[in-house]
């Protein structure tokens, strides 16, 4: 069983374009997480959502907006791609906001050509 | 503000070597600590982690120890197999909050037959 599942696994598009990107968690966590991965490895918070709640949002673009419709998934819902943009997105969920461990989904690679 | 330092690489080593890899971390409360692993073309994978001073982490024979005098987190193996080549993360958890994980930059290890 696939515990946390991200949709597309790859993803390429034009400037400009608008994208979307879905990700579901089927282990009851409360809380969900999208991550950036730039062409260095470089992992970098980007959001997190608690109970269907924005907690953080870290100096990301408005052109970059999450969406909760439950507790068991968060969409990243990107506008007007940039080439900057070009990365591999994850997503990731936790049991609660305490100092637990996070699981991570498989990643969306994204090329904007 | 949090950050984590882990040696850079790629670390390229002989099969049944012994392995050690590097982390310090800076924070402002008393974080948790983890070790993720990367295999390519993967999402990141728990490794080990411990959630305070002293504690130590273990798994599939890695093993890492929260030295809070140091503010290290070093990922030690004793004989390492081909299986073992992966990208490396430490990462840290300060808090209770939704907070991200603030990871290094990861090591990618190269493991020779």
Known sequence: ?113 | GNSVTQMEGPVTLSEEAFLTINCTYTATGYPSLFWYVQYPGEGLQLLLKATKADDKGSNKGFEATYRKETTSFHLEKGSVQVSDSAVYFCALKDGGGADGLTFGKGTHLIIQP
């Not at chain 1, 068991?72 to 506008?79: F, K, R, V």
């Open chain 1, 1 to 113: 069983d696939t515990a946390v599942s991200q949709t597309p696994k790859y993803l390429v598009t034009q400037m400009g374009n608008d994208k979307s990107i879905k990700c579901e968690q089927n282990l009851g966590h409360d809380t969900m997480y999208w991550y950036k991965q730039d062409s260095k490895k470089f992992l970098k918070i980007m959001f997190s959502y608690n109970n269907k709640e924005l907690i953080i949002n870290e100096t990301v673009p408005n052109r970059f907006s999450p969406k909760s419709p439950d507790k068991a998934h968060l969409n990243l819902h990107i506008n007007s791609l940039e080439l900057g943009d070009s990365a591999v997105y994850f997503c990731a969920s936790s049991p609660g906001t305490a100092n637990n461990e996070q699981f991570f989904g498989p990643g969306t690679r994204l090329t904007v050509l």
